[in-house]
């Protein structure tokens, strides 16, 4: 197992606490997805799930361990609360990984302990060990966290570390689990474990953090000038709330500033030495795969993902970069795998080309669903003069990557305009194969169709987001339509995309009730199953 301090383990949790995000569930064949674009991206460790938590997790941690876990990928990790049962399940889901990791986690903040958990500091002192202690029976490698640590009083949350170290654990990590903390504090907290933990030279310092105050990543990057050797941070910064510490932001901070961050490494000031083992020309189709699977839009003007980190707008600095690219631009658009030469295809472009760019974009198709792609890309071709990267990937994420079609929509249609009442008509195909229409008046169009389509699909849900995105620029660009509805305490998203809105917009909500639908029958398939069981 790595103990190494003089670089930065990337631990990735983007299908754990990234997954904890509002509408992101994910399937199992997604999570494989994920998962192999991980270990793609170099990833040391992947936080594939908590297996306690359903069957499907258990499910996804132990494939990913199985395909993705072999001895030169990535550790697979499985998150555990400190409770025998939790462990073990997360042992045996992990079994396949040639490295498997149990993270197993207690909160230590006296919030959490008198609210939460009911729990006394003495009992946490005598489970933590214990627990740590059984999840070293089934794997080498153990990983600690004191949940809450940013609220935690620091000389108990020695006292919890020592011990959990004692008994095991090869990783603590410390997480501001709230995102409550200031970047001095956190690096303060980091020095003051290293300072103050007897035996934490043992042990590799962790760090989590949430961005409630936007101050994930300043508070990760000031650890690591205390100490902090491993990141648990998320793609596009997805997680619980308003997120987890952006990896591509963590990543590209240390590669870019690495003249900076090496002395506290223990490097020479001068080293061109990456700091971490990430394949940054990943980082950009990476952060498309997870964004298209979610459904988590990334902002137009988030750092080094987003569609403007890399645009420049205004005639200065325009001009600067013409002279000098570097007057305005502090790294290259390469150097995260976005691809600026621009490779035209268009309604005359055959399979091979189609293909080829697929490829080059981080799309592994089976023939079939490149035949389906390839058939709707001369459809759009025939509409659009020009078909860019962000349509190619617009087309293939509406014809491939999608929830199974329950509900099928075979006819919108809707009038509209200054004066009339917008009025929408749609014809739905259900589960049973019947073709159903129905009508409906709405405040707008997208009102009415969705009212029309509610009367059809009778589910009732709170559309919580709508917004609709360009893909392209000009009066022929593909519409991306986003939307994300609530049902009960859970929220399901859709995404289309069309060259006309109105489509987009009723097919995302298609595939969001498909969603909400499918797992439904799921939940009710499982109830069934356990009154089977106990009767
Ligand atoms: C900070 C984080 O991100 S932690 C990870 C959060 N992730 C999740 O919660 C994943 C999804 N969760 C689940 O599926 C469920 O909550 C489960 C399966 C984990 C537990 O379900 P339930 O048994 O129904 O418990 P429920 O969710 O209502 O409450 C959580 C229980 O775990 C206890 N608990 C919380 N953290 C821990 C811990 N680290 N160790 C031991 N027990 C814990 C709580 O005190 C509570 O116990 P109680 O029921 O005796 O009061
Ligand atoms: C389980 C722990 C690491 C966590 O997710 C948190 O504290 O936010």
Not at 174 to 184: A, F, L, M
């Amino acid at each position: 197992m790595e103990t190494s301090q003089d670089r930065i383990i990337i631990f990735d949790t983007t299908l754990r606490d990234g997954e904890q995000s509002p509408g992101a569930a994910l399937n199992i064949e997604e999570k494989l997805k994920v998962a192999r674009a991980l270990a793609r991206l170099g990833v040391d460790v992947i936080e594939a799930g908590f297996p306690f938590t359903s069957s499907g997790d258990f499910q996804a941690v132990q494939k990913i361990a199985a395909e993705i876990g072999t001895p030169n990928g990535p550790t697979i990790c499985g998150l555990a609360r400190a409770t025998q049962k939790d462990i073990k399940t997360a042992a045996e889901a992990l079994k396949p990984a040639a490295k498997g990791r149990i993270h197993t986690f207690l909160a230590t903040s006296d919030i959490h302990l008198e609210y939460k958990l009911k729990k006394t500091r003495a009992e946490v002192l005598a489970i933590v060990p214990e627990m740590v202690a059984y999840a070293k029976s089934f794997v080498e490698d153990v990983e600690f966290s004191p949940e809450d640590a940013g609220r935690s009083d620091p000389e108990f949350l020695y006292q919890v570390l020592e011990l959990a170290i004692a008994a095991g654990a090869t990783t603590v990590n410390i997480p501001d689990t709230v995102g409550y903390t200031t970047p001095s504090e956190f690096g303060a907290l980091i020095k003051g474990i290293k300072d103050n933990v007897p035996n934490i030279d043992q042990a590799i310092i962790s760090v989590h953090g949430h961005n409630d105050l936007g101050l994930a990543v300043a508070n990760f990057l000031e650890a690591v000038k205390n100490g902090a050797r491993q990141l648990e941070c998320t793609i596009n910064g997805i997680g619980e709330r308003a997120g987890n510490a952006a990896l591509e932001e963590l990543v590209m901070a240390l590669h870019v500033r690495r003249q900076y961050y090496n002395p506290f490494l223990g490097r020479p000031a001068e080293s061109t030495e990456p700091l971490t083992q990430i394949n940054t020309q990943h980082i950009y189709k990476t952060s498309r795969l997870v964004s298209n699977l979610t459904g988590m839009m990334v902002q137009p003007n988030k750092a080094i993902v987003g569609a403007n980190a890399f645009a420049h707008e205004s005639g200065i600095h325009q001009d600067g970069v013409l002279k000098n690219r570097i007057t305005y631009e502090i790294m290259d658009a390469q150097s995260i795998g976005l691809n600026d030469n621009q490779i035209v295809l268009g309604k005359l472009s055959g399979r091979n080309a189609f293909r080829t760019r697929l490829k080059e974009l981080g799309f592994e198709l089976s023939d079939t669903e490149l035949n389906k792609a390839f058939v709707r890309f001369k459809d759009v071709a025939d509409k659009k003069k020009e078909i860019t990267d962000w349509d190619l990937e617009a087309i293939v994420n509406d014809e491939i990557r999608q929830p199974p079609e329950l509900f099928r929509l075979e006819l919108v249609q809707v009038s509209c305009g200054d004066g009339s009442r917008p009025t929408a008509t749609v014809t739905i195909r259900n589960p049973e194969g019947q073709e159903l229409t129905d009508a409906a008046i709405g405040t707008g169009p997208v009102d009415a169709i969705y009212k029309a389509i509610n009367r059809v699909v009778d589910i009732p849900n709170d559309l919580i987001e709508f917004s609709v995105q360009s893909v392209t620029a000009g009066i022929d660009a593909i519409g991306e339509v986003t939307i994300r509805l609530r049902y009960q305490d859970k929220v399901y998203s859709g995404r289309a995309a069309n060259t006309d809105i109105i489509v987009a917009s009723a097919r995302a909500y298609i595939k969001a009730l498909n969603r909400l639908y499918s797992a439904l029958q799921a939940s009710q398939e499982e109830e069934r199953a356990k009154t089977v069981a106990s009767s």
